[in-house]
């Protein structure tokens, strides 16, 4: 089994060189990203440990990259600490498992095996509506497979509301899931994203997949409207 371990940390990068080599995996290193995506794309890897924070190109980038050229290697995030990403966030682009920092290195090893016993994963899930489709790994949104670019909040918004397709979704948890926000003086700014929504995945197209439940809140209609 090869493996490659992108990791900035080069004393971290070694000793876990040495202790997968000593578990019988061969073993290859990059310290930066760009050189890890190019080793990605390059080697016919069957893992691949990916730190987070990288120079020159983050894991973040460096999974969606990967994911975009349909590249499934089984990819195992090392973030520094808890809580500095979201491990949504992670999974979200595409990679397969996630590790926080410092990680026991039994448990590392316990990870990699499982990756492993899965191989390469399925696409991840595209979220689907009609022919309203929206790729959170490669975060590309198409109508009738017309692009269509959307701002990273609109593309969070509609990615929350395809994820709860068919259910009324209110102002409030729109607030606290997409804004991070409970703020009941800012509830505007949700209807004025939902009307930038509509103008770009629902007028040009002649749809409303997005519809106003009066008095509790919005639905994505599980159809595409
Ligand atoms: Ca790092």
């Given at each position: 089994m090869r493996v490659l371990v992108v990791e900035d940390e080069e004393r971290l990068a070694r000793a876990l060189q040495r202790g997968l080599q000593a578990e019988g995996f061969a073993v290859d290193l990059a310290h930066d990203g760009v050189t890890g995506l190019e080793r990605a794309r390059a080697g016919e890897y069957d893992a691949v440990l990916l730190d987070i924070m990288l120079p020159g190109l983050s894991g973040y980038r460096v999974v969606q990259a990967l994911r975009a050229e349909e590249n499934w290697v089984p990819i195992l995030l090392l973030s520094a600490k808890d809580g500095e990403y979201d491990q949504a966030d992670g999974l979200d682009v595409g990679a397969d498992d996630y590790l926080t920092k410092p990680f026991s290195y039994v448990v590392l090893l316990a990870r990699l095996r499982a990756l492993l016993r899965r191989g390469a994963p399925e696409r991840p899930v595209v979220l689907v509506a009609g022919d309203l489709r929206l790729d959170p790994a490669t975060r590309r949104v198409t109508r009738a497979d017309t692009d269509i670019p959307l701002t990273a909040r609109e593309f969070a918004l509609l990615e929350y509301l395809l994820r709860k397709a068919g259910a009324v979704v209110g102002k409030r948890e729109l607030l606290e899931h997409v804004w991070e926000s409970f703020d009941a003086?800012?509830?505007?700014v949700v209807e004025v994203y939902l009307g930038y929504l509509r103008r770009k995945i629902d007028t040009p197209f002649g749809r409303a997949a997005l519809t106003t439940v009066r008095g509790a809140g919005y639905r994505l209609e599980p159809d595409g409207g």
């Amino acid at each position: 089994m090869r493996v490659l371990v992108v990791e900035d940390e080069e004393r971290l990068a070694r000793a876990l060189q040495r202790g997968l080599q000593a578990e019988g995996f061969a073993v290859d290193l990059a310290h930066d990203g760009v050189t890890g995506l190019e080793r990605a794309r390059a080697g016919e890897y069957d893992a691949v440990l990916l730190d987070i924070m990288l120079p020159g190109l983050s894991g973040y980038r460096v999974v969606q990259a990967l994911r975009a050229e349909e590249n499934w290697v089984p990819i195992l995030l090392l973030s520094a600490k808890d809580g500095e990403y979201d491990q949504a966030d992670g999974l979200d682009v595409g990679a397969d498992d996630y590790l926080t920092k410092p990680f026991s290195y039994v448990v590392l090893l316990a990870r990699l095996r499982a990756l492993l016993r899965r191989g390469a994963p399925e696409r991840p899930v595209v979220l689907v509506a009609g022919d309203l489709r929206l790729d959170p790994a490669t975060r590309r949104v198409t109508r009738a497979d017309t692009d269509i670019p959307l701002t990273a909040r609109e593309f969070a918004l509609l990615e929350y509301l395809l994820r709860k397709a068919g259910a009324v979704v209110g102002k409030r948890e729109l607030l606290e899931h997409v804004w991070e926000s409970f703020d009941a003086t800012e509830a505007n700014v949700v209807e004025v994203y939902l009307g930038y929504l509509r103008r770009k995945i629902d007028t040009p197209f002649g749809r409303a997949a997005l519809t106003t439940v009066r008095g509790a809140g919005y639905r994505l209609e599980p159809d595409g409207g």
